[in-house]
């Protein structure tokens, strides 16, 4: 599931909804609404398996069969005449988050503290992950829709300029933003080396401008917000239409599928009708949501696109890496250390983990700062699931704390009675 609160259903089984139809939304400020993606009836509204097993709240949908699928239109939110909270307000209720994978509820992201300042907005285009093309795409093909993204987000923050930063494997990408560039718009083209995970938020601004995000601190910290480049091409092509978002695009490639490419599809979308249509092999034996590094392997085949699906990699039994292979102990031996692109001690972490040690592990360690790159697992001579680990323990602490802050409203209302 994303991060966030879930929308609520304003939909009846039966009913007939329009494509881009809101269908739910948003509860509260952690939460975006979710649209149609397809004209249709709704079948039910109940849950659904989500990417990672967890079963999450979910509007079943039959599209009609011939239909012309138009997409139905809102208010626009006219980026002349807009204030800050209006696009704010717009962004939330088209449901837009963000599509690099982690789907963190992008207004919440936009609204800019008083006592803080933003001086330059990150354009993300640098897709780390080994397989993936999406941001790629986007970039050659969306390349307008972009510019006008920067235009909302520049006025929401009020920053003086953005900086798109683009891989230098993507040579043709960055050539083709720079001629895109209008005259009055504050924005510039950077191009980055080609090294896992400089995609990463931090990691980024530290190449981009010189600046350590603290640990425990956000982008905002270092006066820099960071927006993924797909994200940033969907508020220009939505907002000026009032659309919401019902659609996204996807890499499906890997050694199991046929047909490799980028796809357009609808949120929602089962893994296996998509697989079915690409076409993949008899022998495809691991399917990944998202990169093969920090992309989950999928729990069902049934499991629906969500929006922070970025891509399906489908991989047969001789190429996927064997999931029985022997865990041994820790040998020491460092590698982890060395490949931990924040300076976490991630042999440290493990053993922590494995303890249990959930509350040191966040208190003394930063384990929250870790953002689950992978790099620690994938170098470790042992198979340990390093990476696995420390997200049961992020699990854990998250748990912990959310019923210490149940506690204390519990305690005050108690008081209150009183």
């Not at 006025?155 to 953005?162: H, L």
């Not at 696109?305 to 460092?334: E, L, M, N, Q, W």
């Not at 790159?373 to 198979?383: E, F, L, T």
Request: charged share 20%; aromatic share 4%; with cysteine.
């Amino acid at each position: 599931a994303a991060p966030g609160k879930p929308s609520v259903p304003e939909v009846r089984e039966g009913q007939e909804v329009t494509r881009g139809q809101r269908i739910a939304r948003a509860d509260g400020f952690m939460s975006v609404s979710m649209h149609a993606p397809a004209s249709g009836r709704v079948r039910r509204i109940g849950i659904a398996p989500g990417a990672g097993g967890k079963m999450v709240p979910a509007v079943y949908l039959e599209p009609f069969p011939g239909s012309t699928q138009e997409v139905a239109e809102g208010t626009p939110c006219a980026l002349e005449t807009a204030t800050p909270e209006e696009i704010i307000a717009a962004v939330q209720d088209a449901g837009i988050v963000g599509l690099g994978g982690a789907a963190f509820p992008t207004h919440v992201k936009l609204r800019i503290p008083e006592d803080r300042s933003v001086d330059t907005v990150i354009i993300n285009g640098v897709e780390c992950e080994p397989y993936l093309t999406t941001d790629h795409r986007v970039m050659l093909e969306q390349r307008d829709d972009i510019m006008t993204g920067i235009r909302y987000l520049l006025r929401v923050t009020g920053a003086p300029r953005a900086i798109i930063g683009v891989e230098a494997n993507k040579a043709d990408a960055a050539e083709h933003l720079r001629a895109g560039i209008p005259a009055d718009l504050p924005a510039t083209v950077a191009v980055v080396p080609v090294k896992y995970p400089q995609g990463a938020e931090k990691m980024l601004i530290t190449a981009l401008l010189g600046r350590e995000v603290p640990s425990g601190g956000l982008p905002l910290d270092v006066h820099a917000l960071c927006v993924n480049v797909a994200t940033t091409a969907e508020i220009g092509r939505l907002l000026p239409h009032g659309r919401g978002i019902q659609e996204r695009v996807i890499t499906i490639t890997g050694p199991a599928v046929k047909r490799k490419g980028n796809y357009r599809i609808p949120i929602g979308t089962p893994v296996r009708f998509l697989l079915e249509e690409v076409g993949v092999l008899d022998d495809v034996d691991r399917v990944f949501l998202g990169g093969p590094m920090m992309g989950p392997a999928a729990s069902s085949l049934d499991v629906p696109i969500t929006k922070g699906t970025s891509g399906i990699v489908a991989f047969t039994a001789s190429d996927a890496a064997p999931t029985h292979a022997p865990v041994y102990p820790c040998i020491r031996c460092g590698y982890c250390v060395d490949a931990c692109p924040i300076f976490l001690d991630p042999s440290l972490l493990g053993q922590l983990a494995r303890n249990e040690e959930h509350a040191l592990m966040a208190s003394d360690y930063h384990l929250m700062d870790c953002f689950e790159c992978g790099s620690c697992s994938y170098v470790c001579p042992s198979h340990i699931p390093l990476v696995q680990q420390f997200r049961v323990a992020k699990t854990a602490v998250r748990k912990a704390a959310a019923a210490k802050v149940a506690a204390g409203k519990g305690a005050a209302g108690k008081d209150g009675e009183r």
